[in-house]
């Protein structure tokens, strides 16, 4: 069987809601949270490694709440995004930063660990099971073309809509081949009836309901983050010292490596329902679906038995 691993960006678990963690609140009726979920779709569908991205300072809670749990059944690996991990020209620089710079390095992060094509996704999104079953056959029958070769599993946005406020997804142009051309973070997307839109100073913007979005669901390879590397040394020397909230992105790299026509991005497309944890009013919402999808016979009540097997 060809490898690919499953890497999981969980260095924001520090955002907290209701005096706990929102990617490791339980969601499941065994203590479950939403990346026991993935995870589990993942080694399904034939990924044999999981890499945590998280913070040093939270890694006993993780091991404790998830870590431990998912070591008994695939290889674990744990990366460690932080603040000051950037080259050290650039430290004094940005001494004043308090936060991580964004998915781009946390992806970085993962150099020493990669040696496989590999999908990434967020701590607490569900993506369903279609889409690691789309991923995992992409990233294990992708051909040379002479262009680095990626795929993005992208989701209709009114199925990652919230009903508890705005939400920022990466609106997608797409080919009649189905390939990516273009992405465009948009930011505070709500839900309005059966549609989507953005309400700023200037008025309301209506989006197409059914366009296709960008999880954050990503099909990468190894070649990949040595174009991050080169590409974050650019983005801390063109950013000012005084900006200490520029994120270094996926959607926006991509996006600019696609209009250098440096690499391709298969569009692969999920039609299941996305959900997640962006407020802590979202929970109830992530409890009952999970709840119906064990009754509908989607997963087992239990994931996995208490010998650690599957």
Same mark, same amino acid.
């Given at each position: 069987?060809?490898?690919?691993?499953?890497?999981?960006?969980? #260095?924001?678990?520090?955002?907290?809601? *209701?005096?706990?963690?929102?990617?490791?609140?339980?969601?499941?009726?065994?203590?479950? %949270?939403?990346?026991? &979920?993935?995870?589990?779709?993942?080694?399904? #569908?034939?990924?044999?490694?999981?890499?945590?991205?998280?913070?040093?300072?939270?890694?006993?809670?993780?091991? /404790?709440?998830?870590?431990?749990?998912? /070591?008994?059944?695939?290889?674990?690996? &744990?990366? &460690?995004?932080?603040?000051?991990?950037?080259?050290?020209?650039?430290?004094?620089?940005?001494?004043?930063?308090?936060?991580?710079?964004? +998915? *781009?390095?946390?992806?970085?992060?993962?150099?020493?660990?990669?040696?496989?094509?590999?999908?990434?996704?967020?701590?607490?999104?569900? &993506?369903?099971?279609?889409?690691?079953?789309? #991923?995992?056959?992409?990233?294990?029958? @992708?051909? $040379?073309? *002479?262009?680095?070769?990626?795929?993005?599993?992208?989701?209709?946005?009114?199925?990652?809509?919230?009903?508890?406020?705005?939400?920022?997804?990466?609106?997608?142009? @797409?080919?009649? $081949?189905?390939?990516?051309?273009?992405?465009?973070?948009?930011?505070? %997307?709500?839900? /309005?009836?059966?549609?989507?839109?953005?309400?700023?100073?200037?008025?309301?913007?209506? =989006?197409?309901?059914?366009?296709?979005?960008?999880?954050?669901?990503?099909?990468?390879?190894?070649?990949?983050?040595?174009?991050?590397? +080169?590409?974050?040394?650019?983005? =801390?020397? !063109?950013?000012? !010292?005084? $900006?200490?909230? #520029? !994120?270094?992105?996926?959607? +926006?790299? %991509?996006?600019?490596?696609?209009?250098?026509?440096?690499?391709?991005?298969?569009?692969?497309?999920?039609?299941?329902?996305?959900?997640?944890?962006?407020?802590?009013?979202?929970?109830?919402?992530?409890?009952?679906?999970?709840?119906?999808?064990?009754?509908?016979?989607?997963?087992?009540?239990?994931?996995?038995?208490?010998?650690? !097997?599957?």
């Amino acid at each position: 069987m060809s490898r690919a691993a499953l890497v999981i960006m969980a #260095a924001g678990i520090g955002s907290r809601f *209701g005096g706990g963690i929102k990617q490791l609140a339980p969601v499941g009726p065994n203590g479950e %949270i939403i990346m026991d &979920y993935s995870i589990y779709d993942a080694l399904e #569908a034939g990924f044999d490694k999981v890499v945590f991205v998280i913070r040093k300072d939270l890694e006993k809670d993780f091991k /404790e709440v998830i870590g431990n749990r998912i /070591e008994k059944q695939t290889e674990v690996a &744990y990366v &460690y995004q932080e603040v000051d991990d950037i080259p050290a020209d650039y430290k004094d620089k940005f001494a004043g930063r308090t936060k991580p710079w964004g +998915t *781009g390095q946390a992806i970085l992060c993962c150099k020493d660990v990669i040696d496989s094509p590999f999908l990434v996704i967020n701590a607490d999104d569900y &993506y369903g099971k279609s889409a690691f079953k789309e #991923a995992y056959s992409y990233l294990t029958s @992708v051909h $040379d073309t *002479g262009k680095i070769q990626i795929c993005m599993v992208s989701f209709i946005l009114k199925n990652t809509l919230s009903d508890n406020g705005g939400v920022t997804r990466g609106l997608c142009q @797409v080919d009649s $081949d189905g390939m990516l051309t273009g992405i465009k973070e948009t930011h505070n %997307i709500e839900k /309005e009836g059966m549609g989507a839109v953005i309400r700023s100073d200037s008025g309301t913007q209506e =989006l197409d309901a059914d366009s296709p979005v960008s999880m954050n669901m990503w099909g990468l390879t190894p070649e990949f983050i040595d174009i991050l590397k +080169t590409g974050f040394d650019e983005f =801390l020397k !063109e950013i000012a !010292e005084d $900006d200490l909230k #520029a !994120e270094y992105l996926l959607p +926006t790299i %991509i996006g600019e490596l696609l209009e250098e026509g440096r690499l391709d991005v298969k569009v692969l497309k999920s039609h299941d329902q996305w959900f997640g944890v962006t407020y802590k009013e979202d929970r109830e919402t992530v409890t009952n679906a999970v709840r119906k999808l064990i009754e509908d016979g989607i997963y087992p009540s239990v994931l996995y038995s208490t010998q650690g !097997e599957r």
